[in-house]
C-alpha cells in the first residue's frame, strides 16, 4: 500500500498553509498534523468516505475536513492511494 499526494494537492496545501500561518500559527500547524494523520490512515478507512462529489468514480472518495475537501483516489490493482487536491467547500475558522 502506497499513498501519494499530486502535485497540485502540495501546491493548494502549502498555500492554505502560509494563509493559516499568518494569522494563527498554532492552528496552521495543528489543522496539518491532523490532516497528515487522516490521510495516513486513509487506507484502513477507505470504506467510511463517500463517493466524490466532484468525479463521477467509483474509486475517488471525498475526506471532508475542517471545511474543506480532500478527494482521493484508490488504485485498486496497484494498492495505491492518489491525493487529488484540496478543495474549500467552507469558511473556515481554525
Given at each position: 500500500?502506497?499513498?501519494v499526494n499530486s502535485k497540485l494537492?502540495?501546491?493548494?496545501?502549502?498555500?492554505?498553509?502560509?494563509?493559516?500561518?499568518?494569522?494563527?500559527?498554532?492552528?496552521?500547524?495543528?489543522?496539518?498534523?491532523y490532516l497528515d494523520t487522516i490521510?495516513?490512515?486513509?487506507?484502513?478507512?477507505?470504506?467510511?468516505?463517500?463517493?466524490?462529489?466532484?468525479?463521477?468514480?467509483?474509486?475517488?472518495?471525498?475526506?471532508?475536513?475542517?471545511?474543506?475537501?480532500?478527494?482521493?483516489?484508490?488504485?485498486?490493482?496497484?494498492?495505491?492511494?492518489?491525493?487529488?487536491?484540496?478543495?474549500?467547500?467552507?469558511?473556515?475558522?481554525?
Open positions: 500500500m502506497k499513498i494537492y502540495e501546491e493548494q496545501l502549502k498555500s492554505i498553509l502560509d494563509s493559516f500561518f499568518n494569522n494563527d500559527k498554532k492552528s496552521a500547524k495543528s489543522f496539518k498534523l490521510i495516513l490512515n486513509m487506507p484502513t478507512k477507505v470504506a467510511k468516505y463517500k463517493k466524490s462529489l466532484y468525479f463521477d468514480d467509483e474509486n475517488i472518495k471525498d475526506i471532508e475536513h475542517q471545511g474543506f475537501t480532500i478527494p482521493f483516489y484508490h488504485d485498486i490493482i496497484k494498492d495505491t492511494y492518489v491525493v487529488l487536491g484540496i478543495i474549500t467547500y467552507t469558511n473556515h475558522n481554525l
